[in-house]
Structures are given as C-alpha cells and as structure tokens.
C-alpha cells in the first residue's frame, strides 16, 4: 500500500523542497571577494551655480574638487554574489542645471527628488542579482552644490559650495569653503567645516548614536540650539553652557538658524579660520 502524505507534511515537503533550491542556488553564487576599480567611469560639464545629486545605495560617496569645468565620477565595487556589470545600472539624468548619478540595483528610478533601487523577486531567488559595495567617486567643479544621499556607507565630501548630506548607516563629513551644510546619520558620527556661509539658509547637522560636530566660521550670526540626551553638549563663540543636555544662544546679530543634535553623542559647536584650521574658544 502507498502512504499517501497529509496536507500539512505535502506542505512541509513542498517547503523543504524549495529551501534547498533556493540556498544552493544563492551559495552558488558566492564565494571569495572580487572587485573592480572601474565599474562605471562618466565626465560631464556642469557650470555654477548647478547642483549635483548623488544617490547610493550599498557604498559610500566621496567628493572632491574637479580639476576643470566637468565632473568626473568613478564607481568601484567589491562583491561576493553576482555580477555588478550585468546586475547593475549607472543612470546620469540631466534636468536644467541639475545633474543626478544614481547607482542602480536590478532595475529602479533615479531623479534628483525619487531615487528607488531594487532587484525583482525572480532575479534574488535565481541569484540574479549582486551583493556589490559600491564607492562613487565625484570630482565636482568649484562652486557646484553638491546633494549626496547613501543608505549603507559614509558620506565625505570636500567643496567649494552649499552641501547636504545624508547617510542611514555610516559616518558624514563635510567640509566646504562656502556653506551652508545640512548633514544628517543615524548611526554615525557627523563632522561639518564650513569658512564662510552665503545666503540665510539653516546650518544642520544631526545623528542618533554618534557625536555631531560643526565647525563654523570665527564672525557668526547665527541663532544656535544644540542638544543631546545621553552625551555631552559644549560650544565656543563665548556661549554658555547651562545644566542640561540642551543649549539655546544667540550670537552676534542672530538670523540664521544652526542646529546640532545627537541622542546617545556629544553636540560640539566649533569655531574655524579662514584658513580652515580651528580656532580657539
């Protein structure tokens, strides 16, 4: 006599069945580290006062200034799974005076104001699909915004222009010759250097779980709030700091807001030279 299997065993069988399609396809996919210096090379013009926007997923975006008129972008990887080349898109999308770089995984939109990235459900259960830790690498020409946004990867941009700077899981620094810099992490350290700053526009730099400091040029106005919850809260401009974890100040002529925030971290209030080094209290 046959035994014949219950509904819940069939499922159980069923299940198991593709459990192990699934992990032998993945692991075959794997295997030791592979990398290339040169996944994606791209140069293009782009005068001030445009703006450039960088978009990264898994990786980690450095800027630098561009040695003329062009930006220049580099993407290099690392990965274990897949293949980048096939696996991956660079998408350069002009608008105006915008520019937007988007490292794409599988298939997604990139634009300066939505940035999607995602492999289908069919290329992750075949294996088609990459584990691939990407660094943009953008040379951009003086006085060029720059717009940088990773999920998983530090942000590090050098400029001669306004920043804003985000990341999920990794650390921001930014230093400028012309602020302002909006910068924000939640899980990371957050560094801002700024000599001068152009227009009215707020100063901001936030994280959840690291120290936050902002560097700012020696004459300031400026209306100041830093905060903490766990970590410590100081500042120079000859502001005093109350008991607490919370600080609220005008200097000089007041204006232009400067929040420096963190939850587990310290919140530090700099001043700089014009030289770029730091002044003293």
Same mark, same amino acid.
């Given at each position: 006599m046959h035994a014949i299997l219950s509904r819940s065993a069939a499922r159980r069988t069923l299940h198991a069945a593709l459990f192990t399609v699934v992990t032998s396809t993945a692991c075959s996919f794997g295997g030791s580290e592979k990398s290339d210096p040169a996944l994606f090379i791209?140069?293009?013009?782009?005068?001030?006062?445009?703006?450039? &926007?960088?978009?990264?997923?898994?990786? %980690?975006?450095?800027?630098r200034p561009s040695p003329d008129s062009e930006v220049h972008v580099t993407a290099s990887g690392t990965w274990h799974k897949g293949n980048p080349k096939r696996d991956m898109n660079f998408q350069v999308v002009t608008s105006g005076?915008?520019?937007?770089?988007?490292?794409?995984?599988?298939?997604?939109?990139?634009?300066?104001?939505?940035? &999607?990235?995602?492999?289908s459900g069919l290329n992750k259960l075949f294996g088609r699909s990459t584990d691939a830790n990407v660094t943009l690498t953008v040379l951009v020409p003086a006085r060029v915004l720059v717009d940088a946004t990773t999920m998983n990867g530090d942000v590090n941009v050098t400029a001669?222009?306004?920043?804003?700077? #985000?990341?999920?899981?990794?650390?921001?620094?930014?230093?400028?010759?012309?602020?302002?810099?909006?910068?924000?992490?939640?899980n990371g350290?957050?560094?801002? #250097? +700024?000599?001068?700053? +152009?227009?009215?526009?707020?100063?901001?730099? %936030?994280?959840?779980? /690291?120290?936050?400091?902002?560097w700012l040029p020696v004459t300031l106005d400026a209306s100041v709030s830093l905060s903490t919850v766990? /970590?410590?809260?100081?500042?120079?401009?000859?502001?005093?700091?109350?008991?607490?974890?919370?600080?609220?100040?005008?200097?000089?002529?007041?204006?232009?807001?400067?929040?420096i925030k963190s939850v587990t971290g310290s919140a530090r209030l700099g001043r700089l030279a014009a030289d770029g080094s730091i002044a003293k209290p």
């Open positions: 791209w140069s293009g013009p782009l005068a001030a006062p445009g703006t450039v &926007h960088l978009r990264n997923l898994n990786g %980690e975006i450095v800027v005076s915008d520019l937007t770089i988007c490292a794409i995984w599988g298939h997604g939109t990139c634009s300066a104001t939505t940035y &999607h990235s995602s492999s001669s222009a306004p920043v804003h700077a #985000r990341t999920v899981n990794g650390d921001v620094k930014v230093g400028t010759a012309v602020g302002p810099v909006d910068a924000a992490t939640v350290s957050v560094d801002i #250097r +700024m000599t001068t700053l +152009m227009g009215t526009d707020p100063v901001r730099a %936030e994280s959840v779980t /690291g120290d936050v400091n902002a766990t /970590g410590d809260v100081s500042a120079d401009y000859g502001v005093a700091v109350a008991t607490g974890k919370k600080l609220s100040a005008t200097i000089g002529a007041g204006g232009r807001t400067v929040t």
